[in-house]
């Protein structure tokens, strides 16, 4: 049999890495990530189409904290991220763009938001194409099942579920039995939003018409919209120059409406034309649209805790962005906290 991992570690988002960082800075040698996608990051993704680099997910970060500051610093020194636009914009319900108040640098990766997330992840042990399926007690350990192309069984003396919490209550209820019934209840009650984003490119004119009518608008909320909740200019993140390309992400209340992969079609389309009634009339002639169904995107009520654990019969962890928060920040603050636990 193969000797125990020191800790296995569920999920490649910010949250898993940043976990994963500090504990090897601590010292701790024995620790694997498993990741179900084939790339690092969750919402700190990217994608590869139509000849440039999307961000589907986070489309920008700003720090708030004195830690994530000193992250972004770093990232800042790598040349991973650069201010992006210090101004957001708001369009009201009556058709009035404003721009917000809260005047401060929004910094993006211009290659792609997953840098980030690569860029944290080097020297890490992460094994993808790895769905956890299963965990159970095994004496002092825990016995995780791993789906991949065959199933294979971990044994850990600690598991970290760096996961949306809906998802780890899925894997823990048929323990319930045994797990103590604050800890579940508490991870039940962290409930997400749904949201849509859908990633749309367009013509060097179409660029030029928007940029002629909302000079220097890189990032609009959309307030009290029943469809859209955001806009934002992806393409303008690029250094190279590169097709035109808009992402609008959806409200939760709209995206709750079309719950199936197999209902982007017809979503996209309703969110292409309320863009055309809220912004400008192309919004419904793209070149091409790319949907994208994030289940959980936002958690409605975030736990207040830094995190959730037991430690009987071996320890455990749940943590993620849903504690304390609703952002990338958050999952940062919350891998350090679960870190800083085991460490001591």
Same mark, same amino acid.
């Given at each position: 049999m193969t000797t125990p991992?020191?800790?296995?570690?569920?999920?490649?988002?910010?949250?898993?890495?940043?976990?994963? *960082?500090?504990?090897?800075?601590?010292?701790?040698?024995?620790?694997?990530?498993? =990741?179900?996608?084939?790339?690092?990051?969750?919402?700190?993704?990217? &994608?590869? $189409?139509?000849?440039?680099?999307?961000? +589907?997910? #986070?489309?920008y970060i700003s720090p708030k904290g004195v830690q994530f500051r000193a992250l972004c610093d770093r990232l800042i020194a790598a040349n991973i991220i650069e201010s992006w636009t210090d101004t957001t914009h708001t369009l009201t319900a009556d058709g009035k763009l404003l721009a917000d108040s809260d005047i401060y640098p929004r910094y993006v990766a211009p290659n792609g938001m997953n840098q980030i997330a690569k860029y944290l992840a080097k020297d890490l042990d992460i094994r993808f194409g790895q769905r956890a399926i299963a965990i159970v007690p095994d004496g002092k350990l825990?016995?995780? #099942?791993?789906?991949?192309? =065959?199933?294979? =069984?971990?044994?850990?003396?600690?598991?970290?579920?760096?996961?949306?919490?809906?998802?780890?209550?899925?894997?823990? #209820?048929?323990?319930?039995? %045994?797990?103590?019934?604050?800890?579940?209840?508490?991870?039940?009650? !962290?409930?997400?939003?749904? /949201? %849509?984003?859908?990633?749309?490119?367009?013509?060097?004119?179409?660029?030029?018409?928007?940029e002629a009518t909302y000079p220097q608008v890189k990032s609009v909320t959309c307030s009290d919209d029943p469809i859209l909740g955001w806009?934002?200019?992806?393409? /303008?993140? +690029?250094?190279?120059?590169?097709?035109? !390309?808009? !992402?609008?992400?959806?409200?939760?209340?709209?995206?709750?409406?079309?719950?199936?992969? =197999?209902?982007?079609?017809?979503?996209?389309?309703? $969110?292409?034309e309320r863009a055309s009634e809220r912004f400008l009339p192309w919004f419904r002639e793209c070149e091409w649209q790319q949907p994208h169904l994030w289940r959980y995107a936002f958690p409605?009520?975030?736990?207040?805790?830094?995190?959730?654990?037991?430690? +009987?019969?071996?320890?455990?962890?749940? $943590?993620?962005?849903?504690?304390?928060? &609703? *952002? !990338?920040?958050?999952?940062?603050?919350a891998g350090l906290a679960v870190a800083r636990s085991i460490v001591g």
């Open positions: 991992l020191e800790i296995a570690i569920v999920g490649a988002g910010m949250a898993g890495i940043a976990c994963a *960082k500090q504990l090897q800075a601590a010292g701790y040698t024995g620790i694997a990530i498993f =990741e179900k996608s084939r790339g690092v990051g969750g919402r700190l993704t990217t &994608r590869r $189409m139509f000849d440039t680099c999307v961000d +589907r997910g #986070t489309c825990w016995r995780l #099942t791993i789906s991949g192309s =065959e199933p294979i =069984e971990i044994l850990a003396h600690q598991v970290i579920f760096a996961i949306p919490a809906p998802q780890a209550v899925d894997l823990l #209820t048929p323990l319930a039995d %045994i797990l103590p019934v604050e800890f579940l209840a508490n991870l039940r009650g !962290v409930d997400f939003y749904g /949201s %849509i984003a859908i990633a749309a490119g367009y013509t060097q004119s179409q660029l030029a018409a928007w806009l934002g200019v992806d393409s /303008s993140k +690029r250094h190279q120059p590169a097709p035109p !390309v808009f !992402v609008l992400q959806s409200t939760a209340d709209f995206a709750a409406k079309y719950p199936n992969p =197999e209902d982007l079609a017809v979503a996209s389309l309703a $969110m292409l409605k009520s975030p736990d207040l805790n830094a995190f959730l654990a037991i430690d +009987r019969p071996a320890p455990l962890f749940c $943590m993620g962005d849903w504690c304390r928060g &609703r *952002k !990338v920040e958050d999952a940062f603050l």
